[in-house]
């Protein structure tokens, strides 16, 4: 996409203030900008006004990082860090818990993580990073915003159905963690959150929830927009099964390059990565996704144009090119490695600098959770909240005795006298019936925000 075509999506009123850099509009970066524009309305853009620039994101700590998660989202936070911007990082602990964990493996893997995001230049002066259980008011927020959020709006999101297919018996944290996710965002007021496609229906109910409470209890929250990466480091794909995202829950060990990793072992990886039989290196994602895979990595870990790393491949086979892959990634990864095995050495510093960190954290949690309580009526704070229409019609409630014969008969046939309270049995009677309540209609444009690159340039 040339800069004309990008200048012409842009509303006139940005433009007048854009200040045109010629290296950030490169083509990794607008890769994706035709088929999902990011426009916002002049709605969003007034509900947001008063509210400062605020980028938070979170990451689980479940193992070490691997090097989509790497290249995809923490090298990304290091650029948004250093560009300037008030970012906050969170170890999600209490969402790794939705499937049960080993303690001593959970606690040892929140501080590899910690280590992984200092060691991949994510820096405590400029950047908030703490552990999500160290601050109490993103439970105390998440139970205020569960009250406000419906089972049936819940139960279509994608993730709940595809996790709970994976256990016999599904946890209550597995069902709701998505109000949590939500309260972890709302909690410090962000309005940027960078995250993968398959998040952006709960970054929709975040919106969601943030605009349910603004309506009930006045202006508190931004209107938060998903920050979604253009380039293709985000989209790095499996070593074993190029159709797939590399993952850390992939069976086959092959598929996926932790950062950790020993040099033999990614060298072995990336050998017995799945290409085609055509020997020359090309970059078609398309037709030959295993060989523009390791383009990909190959032109990440080493700052090299797609263009450029394909041009000078020409003189060598796939098999020999797979060799200079691998020597790329060693040496990019080597410096990265030895620090994290560094911090995890001096533990006692790590502590200190999560602490730290929480301690940054709490004051924007405890000030912004006070607020929250005041205007809701919770707590014995001296102001009197607003008082606010509590009719049946916002309470989903009726009378007994004002039910119709009508309801009556359809809550009979929903489940008996209590009707049903399961979410999968409710969805199953909304199924039969044809009147299955889904979630909002899903489009990536309306929770989109601006890429950083342009985002900075609109003043």
Known sequence: MNLNKILQNLPWQRVKNVRINLRSLSTQTTHRTKESPTTHTIEEEKENAKYPRKIFSGIQPTGQLHLGNYLGAVQKWAQLQN??????????????ITIPKNPAVLRENIFEMAATMLACGLDPEKSTIFVQSSVQEHTELGWILSCLCTMPRLGHLPQYKEKSRQ???????????????AADIMLYKATHVPVGEDQLQHIQLTQHLS?????????????????????????????????????????????TINIRDAPEVIVEKIKKAVTDFTSDVTYEPEARPGVSNLIVIHSMVSGTPIEKVVEEARSIDTGRYKLRVAEAVVEHLKPIRLAIDDHLVRKEELIYLLETGAEKARQVAQQNIVEVKEKMGLGIYRNIP?????????????????????????????????????????????????????????????SQAPTPSVAKKVQ
């Open 386 to 446: 607003q008082s606010i229409d509590m009719s049946a019609e916002l309470l989903n409630v009726l009378p007994k005795d004002k039910k119709t014969t009508a309801e009556k008969a359809k809550k009979d046939k929903e489940g008996g006298a209590d009707g049903p309270v399961v979410p999968k049995q409710k969805l199953r009677v909304e199924k039969k019936s044809g009147q299955q309540n889904l979630a909002p209609s899903f489009k990536l444009e309306d």
């Open 211 to 255: 605009r349910i409470f603004n309506t009930k209890f006045g202006q508190t929250f931004p209107i938060c927009h998903a920050m979604i990466d253009n380039h293709d480091g985000a989209r790095i794909r499996s070593l074993r099964n190029p159709t797939k995202k590399m993952s850390k829950s992939d069976l086959d060990t092959k598929a």
């Open 83 to 96: 560009s300037g911007d008030d970012v906050t990082y969170c170890i999600v602990d209490m969402h790794s």
């Open 167 to 181: 256990v016999k018996d599904v946890p209550l944290g597995l069902y709701v963690y998505p109000v949590l996710q």
